[in-house]
């Protein structure tokens, strides 16, 4: 007897699901995302643990009998990955990386496949064996312990697990997947929905840490369902633009450690190379000094970044002046020109400014407020700014210099690299002793016009 198709209606942008079609969803308020797919399930798992191991039921405990003890991480071998995840891989997590087409996630996750100590098992749905091989000879040297699957139903490859019994597993990616219970195609909303939920069980039950790649939206959001990000412990983003070569790793969503983390790659015709000292490669080195210029101390989550400010400014052809920035908070730049216009007395609101973080990475910290002022004066003057001067402070509406966190590491990295002279706040409480770097100490822009260009 045939079995009777059950469809339901999902959106395609957020994963609500719906029992009839509509126009507009409930949940995203997008429009026409909702489409038909066919859910007919068979009362069946796919992952099955072994017979032999019996599970004890979940019983309450009070908290403080509940073992504390660290987990113990897996060494990923690789320093900036490791720093992303809080320390390594843990046992039994599911890790979901995301990422532009061609910016290097499968070459990342193939050359840390090919140096772990573990044994791997990397499947993938995309490429062939012989690809993999061939972009495998260009980053490195055989090993031993990495095994190449390329399939995309997950009951083959949790047969294929059950032989080869690997310590680490890797997915590529998981819009390829796709399973027998589940009757749409590979990709669909309760295709990836349904395989990350068969992945999860098995990490859980085995002990066995995931990575899966995840496509991204034209939006750079990643691609399936919303609660693809809900399912997984760690959500990795893999950023950068193809036309630079560097690229940076962040942590949007980590249950094991710090979401502030940052990880910078270089990436090269034989792989990504780990950039131990991204502050050397986020400032340029140039022989003369040019106006528009400044040097900000910035931190990422416990790593102090030297990052270079530009900003020019020229008079509006057009009539009505242009704002324009790239890795800066766009509201952020308006505030600080109206508090240089009401509070210094510079007249920017009749000119065109256009500011850019170098580097191509975007920066939130505040602390990078007094580099951008001190760029936009040196442009506006065009006189440069001195080369051993870097700034860490924060700019207020009434035109104060505010205290930023951590000011200590922030003056020992600007220390660390060369710089002479460093303005913060007067307010922060500095406790750095025995520097040679000058810490000038201001509480309002007019003191640093008067220090710079006075």
Not at 380 to 389: A, C, L, S, T
Request: proline share 3%; charged share 25%.
């Amino acid at each position: 007897m045939a079995i009777k198709l059950k469809t339901t209606f999902f959106c395609q942008s957020c994963g609500t699901q719906y029992s009839k079609w509509q126009g507009q969803c409930n949940a995203c308020k997008e429009w026409n995302t909702i489409v038909e797919e066919v859910i007919q399930k068979e009362e069946k798992v796919a992952w099955k643990a072994s017979s032999t191991e019996v599970k004890k039921a979940a019983k309450p405990l009070k908290i403080n009998e509940i073992d504390s003890a660290e987990e113990i991480r897996m060494d990923t071998t690789d320093g900036e990955l490791n720093r992303v995840l809080g320390g390594g891989l843990v046992p039994g997590s599911l890790t979901l990386l995301g990422g532009e087409p061609g910016i290097g996630k499968s070459t990342l996750l193939l050359q840390i496949s090919l140096k772990l100590p573990y044994k791997t098992l990397y499947v993938s749905g995309e490429e062939s064996q012989k690809q993999i091989k061939m972009r495998a000879e260009r980053i490195t040297t055989n090993s031993d312990n990495c095994y190449i699957l390329t399939e995309t139903k997950t009951q083959n490859i949790f047969r294929q697990i059950e032989t080869i019994e690997p310590e680490i597993v890797i997915i590529d990616s998981i819009q390829t997947l796709h399973t027998d219970y589940i009757e749409s195609s590979a990709g669909s909303i309760s295709q990836i929905r349904e395989c990350t939920a068969e992945l999860i069980k098995y990490a859980k039950e085995t002990n066995v840490p995931v990575i899966l790649i995840g496509h991204i939206t034209k939006d750079g959001n990643i691609a399936g369902p919303k609660i693809l990000e809900h399912m997984v412990d760690t959500v990795l983003q893999f950023e950068g633009d193809r036309n630079h070569v560097y690229r940076i790793l962040r942590s949007l969503k980590n249950r094991f450690g710090s979401t502030a983390e940052l990880g910078i790659y270089e990436m090269q015709g034989s792989g990504l190379r780990e950039v131990a000292n991204p502050s050397e490669i986020l400032i340029s080195h140039k022989e003369e000094e040019l106006s528009g210029t400044a040097i900000a101390t910035t931190l990422e989550g416990m790593r102090p970044l030297m990052i270079e400010i530009q900003a020019l400014v020229s008079t509006a052809v057009y009539g009505t002046p242009q704002r324009s920035t790239t890795g800066y908070n766009a509201k952020r730049l308006n505030m600080i020109l109206a508090v240089l216009e009401k509070r210094a007395g510079f007249r920017l609101g009749a000119k065109d400014v256009f500011l850019n973080v170098t580097g191509g990475i975007s920066v939130d910290d505040p602390a990078i407020d007094l580099a951008v002022v001190a760029a936009i004066l040196s442009s506006n003057e065009d006189i440069p700014v001195g080369k051993d001067y870097c700034f860490a402070g924060e700019v207020g509406l009434s035109g104060e210099i505010r205290p930023v966190n951590r000011v200590e590491q922030r003056i020992q990295e600007a220390e660390k690299l060369g710089f002479g002279t460093i303005f913060v706040s007067k307010y922060n409480k500095v406790a750095v002793k025995n520097t040679v770097i000058n810490v000038k100490m201001v509480s309002k822009i007019e003191d640093v016009v008067s220090e710079l260009f006075g």
